[in-house]
């Protein structure tokens, strides 16, 4: 049986590599690491790339180990979820990662200008019916946009065809540089965009990464897709103006968010 909730928590509360901070804690409370996190945290110069959304922080931890050059910080609201990777990441003694426990809404209350060099959303709810809580709508992209360095990469990965599809409207409308797109990422011959440059290569470690449920969608028949582009700091974010169809399916312990009509 595993280990419960409650004794999750303690273990947290004592864990060096997680800092829990609710949206209810944070009301009036400046985050005093907030543009330190280098200095005061993993004591080097190393750029730092999120994870939001980071559920049991098994990309995170992953990442971690690719790129001991990086650091990595991987952000849930469920702590339940999130002591398995920080668990697993002060067994493996790994100094490159950290978790934080808060609501993704107010993300930029946690970090300085130019702090962050990349963010990956890795399966991210679709949120099919409200699109300001989609975590690539313009509501949370001016929020990347406080911390994450000016032409910053985001990169996402994802199993909805209907966030897939949002997120490339938003890119393409916005004229966000587009780096890499597939809609199979692990069958990447097929519908696969790629622009010049050196920076559009996809890393061919990531296709080594697939967590738990990710499995279990593929074992279900449903593709992969990912796309990576650069968020310029510059110039004003405009929202998709187009129907999107629903995704048909019912995700892996998640339930389909809206009825049959679509949305935006």
């Known amino acids: 049986m595993g280990k419960g909730k409650l004794a999750k928590f303690a273990d947290m509360e004592r864990y060096e590599n997680v800092f829990q901070y609710p949206y209810g804690v944070m009301a009036d409370i400046p985050f005093e690491m907030k543009g330190h996190w280098n200095e005061q945290y993993f004591h080097n110069d190393h750029p730092i790339i999120l994870e939001l959304g980071c559920g049991k922080g098994e990309y995170t931890v992953e990442l971690a180990r690719l790129y001991p050059q990086l ?13 398995t990777g920080a668990t697993q990441a002060l067994q493996e003694g790994l100094s490159n990662v950290a978790f934080l426990r808060t609501n993704i809404e107010i993300i930029d209350r946690f970090f300085g200008a130019d702090e962050v060099k990349e963010i990956w959303l890795t399966f991210s709810d679709p949120q099919m019916k409200n699109p300001r809580k989609r975590l690539t709508s313009t509501y949370f992209m001016n929020r990347y946009r406080r911390f994450l360095e000016d032409k910053g990469i985001i990169h996402l990965k994802t199993d909805s065809n209907f966030l897939f599809t949002y997120t490339s409207y938003m890119v393409d409308m916005n004229h966000l540089p587009l780096l890499f797109r597939t809609e199979d990422l692990y069958g990447i011959l097929e519908t696969t965009t790629v622009t010049s440059g050196d ?37 004003e974010l405009k929202e998709p103006d187009i129907e999107i169809p629903l995704d048909e399916y019912r995700s892996y312990r998640r339930d ?3 009825g049959s009509e679509t949305h935006v």
């Open 71 to 83: 650091n990595f910080i991987g952000v849930d609201i469920k702590g339940a979820r999130m002591w």
């Open 199 to 235: 920076e559009a290569a996809l890393p061919k470690e990531i296709l080594s990464i697939q967590t738990y449920y990710e499995k279990m969608w593929m074992e279900r028949g449903l593709n992969i897709r990912y796309q990576k582009f650069l968020l310029p700091r510059e110039g």
């Open 256 to 258: 389909k968010r809206s």
